[in-house]
């Protein structure tokens, strides 16, 4: 017999849970931490409904624009709105191509086009109104209440944009899908002025000194045009399109483009987004973008003034105040931008898209779609400028405490409280304004809303609002415990608790069992575990921690080396006692299924060898026997046998092995390994003759 070689790791059998729940404090007790509901940034003020405030991107909340709101005929979207000067308003729509006259408060229809969309107008010679078209390329005039085609454009399809330039006395159209700009004399004459590399020009606008800008689209590029066929990229976004372009009295340029990638639409019989099968074109996408807004100077010195990351832009004006405004896409919002950069959101509207603006002269509209609504600006602020929070959620029950805001002039807060997400019946009434910082009169309750009014004076300003709140003390539940070691590991998780056949469930050569558990906290509480055990058959548990040690890891490293090997049970316990004054903390425990800690490996008794038959005995402390196996020594080719028995399930497993296809005659020297479950092995060699 040579010498014996062999292994020691530590066994973890599956650990199958079972939980054991021990409740030590009152079911109402308030946890003792303090938190907060703040408001500090635009994003934060922006989340609700903001009617008749601006909210700003630093978080400045004050009013903003008063809307009115008239509604249009329905089925149809708002493209186009140009003033007149009787004080009336054209609207020009999709889906039916109509045009519509809004005069005292009414809308009514002036005409039918038979175009699918009135995309663009424009005054023109004489106060006529020059009317963009698509698809059928017409470019037509309304002007003594009657309506007239003026020119059709060859190789267009798709008016997007028409500007009239009064320098020259002509309009520019800018169309697709070859990426033309027509001049348009009034007699009709169209003459191709300037041909651009992409399939689309789908906005232009001329400077005061006749330089005509035009954008592109499915390249985002800006066209700087000073004469027939002469043209320079003014700036290239790298982007989908240039949506819109308006140029200011100082010659400053402000453009908008988007980022789009649901590909390119236009409007059909059907409706609006209808992929186009011959000439796809750009249009308003059902999904969301992005947008940006860029002001170049005289000299084309580019400045990016907004960048949506959330939002493409669907429209562009400029305010008697000279700033840009846009309109989005997928919110229906119109947003301005300060000389510093500060984004201020200035309506909000109802509607998915606001797709026309005209903030300038006495008579001032924000146009939305989806559904189809004119909205007067009635000026800023008024009575019913609300700003109305976001729905705040505490993640459960809670009592509010005193909300505190800065704000420069008289504004009313209100509160109200709820217990479901969507404020319904359910929920509280609001509650009397304050004009001060004061306890909320709200009752407790998981979620909170915020109101306040601007009724006393539009210049306020609102900031920095902040709501504590204390929420119900829960009880953490400890979900699931895991132990495992050199990388194996046992569960509640496991499949079933069946191991793989064949080899040993793990293998290593340490005593140290890695704890770990899973626990469900719902008042995010601060907690404080224990670590306990016990040897089956007794019901004495013993602290695995050692003496003043505090655990608020959810993990543990659990040496065994000193204890007698066996079958144990682990019992994690978890409690908020260290957030919670005495008498109303809460606890839990969790109890594992079985852990065996097994350090020593098996032996093998009376082994011999008779012919080409090896025999003995495989016994384990623990047990079972998990497996033998028997190879030529130095091969490390190990061949499984069974016990006499057929089955591993003892601590003493005897074998009785024919060897004679690993070694079919003469002299051999055997290795013969047994495991138990823990991974532990002895090998022990014999010589065959």
Do not use: C
């Amino acid at each position: 017999m040579l010498p014996v070689t062999q292994k020691r790791t530590v066994r973890v059998t599956a650990v199958v849970l079972s939980a054991l729940v021990l409740v030590l404090a009152a079911t109402e007790a308030p946890a003792v931490g303090t938190r907060r509901f703040t408001l500090e940034s635009g994003e934060d003020f922006k989340g609700g409904d903001l009617k008749g405030v601006a909210v700003d991107s630093i978080g400045r909340v004050r009013a903003g624009f008063n809307l009115g709101a008239v509604p249009v005929s329905q089925g149809v979207s708002i493209w186009s709105i140009l003033p007149l000067a009787d004080g009336s308003l054209l609207l020009g729509t999709g889906n039916e191509g109509k045009l519509l006259s809004y005069k005292g408060g009414a809308v009514s229809e002036l005409a039918a086009t038979g175009a699918l969309a009135v995309t663009s107008m424009t005054e023109a010679w004489g106060g006529a109104a020059v009317l963009g078209t698509l698809p059928d390329s017409k470019l037509m005039k309304w002007a003594g209440g009657k309506l007239s085609e003026l020119s059709t454009l060859k190789g267009a399809e798709h008016i997007w944009q028409v500007a009239f330039d009064k320098k020259s006395n002509a309009v520019f159209a800018a169309t697709g899908p070859e990426g033309k700009l027509f001049r348009v004399e009034a007699n009709g004459t169209a003459q191709v002025y300037f041909d651009a590399e992409e399939q689309h020009l789908m906005s232009v606008a001329v400077a005061p000194d006749g330089t005509v800008y035009a954008g592109a689209s499915d390249k985002a590029k800006l066209y700087k045009i000073t004469g027939p066929g002469r043209a320079s990229v003014l700036y290239d976004f790298g982007r989908t399109e240039v949506r819109a372009i308006v140029v200011g009295k100082q010659g400053e340029v402000f453009a908008i483009a988007n980022e789009l990638s649901t590909g390119s639409y236009v409007p059909t019989r059907g409706g609006r987004g209808a992929p186009a099968e011959a000439s796809p074109a750009p249009s308003v996408p059902k999904t969301k973008g992005k947008g940006t807004l860029y002001q170049f100077s005289p000299d084309g010195t580019p400045d990016q003034l907004l960048d949506d990351k959330d939002e493409h832009y669907t429209s562009l004006a400029l305010g008697e105040d000279a700033r840009p405004y846009v309109g989005t896409g997928v919110e229906g919002r119109v947003y301005t931008v300060d000389d510093a950069h500060n984004a201020v959101l200035v309506a909000d509207t109802d509607e998915r898209q606001v797709s026309a603006l005209l903030l300038s002269g006495k008579a001032q509209f924000v146009a939305s779609s989806d559904p189809a609504v004119l909205h007067p600006v009635r000026g800023i602020g008024g009575a019913d400028a609300v700003w109305t929070s976001k729905v705040f959620d505490a993640g459960i029950r809670a009592r509010f405490g005193r909300m505190s805001w800065v704000a420069t002039g008289p504004l009313e807060l209100s509160t109200r409280s709820g217990n479901t997400k969507e404020p319904d019946d359910t929920w509280s009434p609001w509650s009397p304004p304050i004009a001060a910082p004061a306890k909320l009169a709200s009752p407790p309750g998981r979620f909170l809303q915020i109101r306040a009014r601007w009724s006393k004076s539009k210049d306020a300003v609102l900031s920095e609002l902040t709501v504590p709140f204390l929420t119900d003390n829960l009880r953490a539940t400890v979900t699931s415990i895991d132990v495992s070691v050199g990388g194996a590991s046992k569960s509640s998780g496991s499949s079933g608790g069946v191991s793989a056949s064949g080899g040993p469930i793990s293998k290593g050569n340490d005593s140290k069992l890695s704890l770990s558990w899973k626990v469900d906290n719902p008042d995010s509480d601060e907690l404080r575990y224990s670590v306990e055990y016990r040897m089956l058959g007794s019901e004495h548990w013993f602290s695995a921690l050692k003496p003043g040690e505090r655990l608020t890891a959810s993990t543990y490293s659990w040496d065994t080396k000193d204890l007698p090997e066996g079958r144990y049970r682990v019992r994690i316990t978890a409690s908020d006692d260290i957030s919670n004054p005495p008498g109303t903390a809460k606890q839990h425990q969790l109890e594992s299924g079985v852990v065996i800690i097994d350090n020593t490996p098996p032996t093998i008794e009376g082994l011999k060898a008779n012919g080409r038959r090896v025999a003995g005995t495989v016994v384990d402390g623990v047990g079972p026997v998990q497996r033998v196996e028997i190879a030529v020594a130095g091969t490390d080719d190990w061949v499984p046998f069974f016990p006499k028995d057929g089955i591993f399930d003892d601590q003493r497993e005897e074998f009785d092995a024919d060897v004679s296809s690993l070694s079919p005659s003469g002299t051999a020297l055997l290795s013969v390994r047994a495991y138990d479950g823990a991974g532990n092995f002895v090998v022990r060699n014999l010589l065959l003759k």
